[in-house]
């Protein structure tokens, strides 16, 4: 830290409990000096000579007061004051970046200027701000904090800009020009623990982080550092990526509990103007922060009620970098149901608008001879998100409370995402299948049609052919689907039975779950289909064998189900697609 020391006689100043200060000299005490509630038993001309504020006081007291001058508002207190009064009698005084902003501000109080006298207290400090403090890193995060309790002279005499501007240019400096210690606690590589390999006999310097700055500056209360950040920014020389650390680490030191995604400590109105403010600061380019951290800002804010326009703001900002997050990140508490299924709901909702606006953006440049690459990026982007909402709903089909319909529009929002596989989706359904037991069979069958048997996988249809919770529609259908993967891998298959059979099963029947009868003959029947799978290394005997067994039971299923959609007159293009829309 640097400092200065001004003046050269021993200190005699001398107290007399908290509200009393002499000066202890052989001379009389001739004038007292009231500063707020402590009396100060000084003399005139060391004063008077170096004060013009003082010199104007003495002059317009009358005769009965002449010995007593009243300063109620002097920046500082009682500590600045006596400063400025060691000053005028030339004792030693020491100036350092706790106490040079408040001697600076009484010394223009008092008016201590060159015109009074040369050499005066506020050239002095100025020389020292200006050759030493704002030269210095740290010391001048400290004077930008010392300044709060000095407004508004601080910001008059320009003492708050001056410090701004003096750590926005250090934070803006080319790394390699850095020789400053500064705070850097993240975790260290080999080489910067000092275990990498001597270069010729000499190890070399570490490079400095473009970061360096971040942790220092999280010392300042949030009013200055929003000022610190906003005048690092308009600089326009750190990149977005870097602001984005810094307010991360911001966040993480300043709000209790954020890491964890609570909130701590009482003081709700401090917590919310700072998630505000950091919300408010967030760079404008994309990927700048981390979605993760976005989305737990999020939670926070609502939990400290923000303002809706921040929220949505938000939001907007995680929907287009969505396929980044986790399905732990999406799991926000709410007050009605376990997770508050509607935020992600909109934040899905986000992320399709960016990706529809982006694609309409490609289209109006079609010309572009790269326009293949966004394309895919974005259809990689979308297969991810229908994962991670997948994923999502697996876990919320725990909640006892989660309405159907909920779930059901989450899903039907990625529904045109393309996906190889259903099993997440499979997963999911079957989650909730079992969580809520009392579905009637209009609801089982709602849900189930979200899925596309035909995009399970060969372990997902042997679970799903045994899962008692699926309407015995569905069940079939995961057969069929196992036939046609069969009939395009070059196995035999059955001819689809004909449309002359009857039979007495109703619609009912077939939205009904499984019995036990059924489950095992449909067992029985996927275990056929799949000895075809692994034909390579039987002889043609066992293949034809398996085929024949597969189709005798594949006929009487299907039979059931031909003949009920002809009697009703319901066979369209949909009960032959293999999916779970019928």
Known sequence: MKFMK?????????????????????????????????????HKFPLLSKSEHLQKLVASTNDENGDEILIQEIPGGPAA????????????????????????CAAEYLEMYESVEKGNLVYKIDIFLNSSIFRSWKDS??????????????????????????????????TNMVEWSYTYSRKKLPSENGKDPLWNGVRKPQAVP?????????????DLYKRAITTIIKKGRVSSDVIGEALMAYTLRR?????????????????????ETIVRLLPAEKGSVPCGFML????????????????NELMRRIGQQLDEATVADLLIQSPTTEYNVDTVQGLVEKFVAYEQNARSALLVDSDDQENRSPKSAADASKAVVAKLVEGYLAEIARDPNLPLSKFVHLAETVSGFGRASHDGLYRAIDMYLKEHPGMSKSERKRICRLMDCRRLSADACVHAVQNERLPLRVVVQVLFSEQVRQAASGVDTPELPGSSRSTTNTEEDWDA?????????LKGELATLRLGRSGSDRDL????????MKGVVLSKIFSKLWSNKERNGEISSSDTSGSATA
């Open 6 to 42: 001004l003046g050269s006689k021993p200190d005699s100043f001398q107290a007399e409990g908290d509200n009393i200060r002499y000066v202890a000299t052989e001379l009389a005490t001739d004038v007292v000096v009231n500063v707020g509630d402590v009396k100060f038993y000084l």
């Open 81 to 104: 004051f006596e400063i400025c009064a060691k000053f005028c009698y030339g004792m030693a005084v020491t100036l350092n970046a706790y106490n040079v902003v408040a001697a600076r």
């Open 141 to 174: 995060i400290i004077i930008l904090q010392t300044t709060k309790s000095l407004l508004p002279w601080a910001e008059e005499l320009k003492l708050v800009s001056r410090c701004l501007d003096s750590i926005a240019s250090k934070a803006c400096m080319d």
């Open 210 to 222: 473009r970061d360096w700055w971040v942790e220092d500056l999280c010392e300042l209360q949030i």
């Open 255 to 275: 709000l209790p509990g954020f890491s964890k995604g609570i909130v701590l400590g009482s003081d709700v109105t401090k917590h919310r103007s700072l998630a």
């Open 296 to 311: 737990r800002l999020l939670r926070a804010a609502m939990l400290l009620e923000c303002e809706e326009t921040g929220r």
């Open 513 to 521: 779950v499984p019995t036990a009868e059924d489950i095992k003959a």
């Open 541 to 548: 005997n066992e293949k034809v064998a398996a085929s024949k």
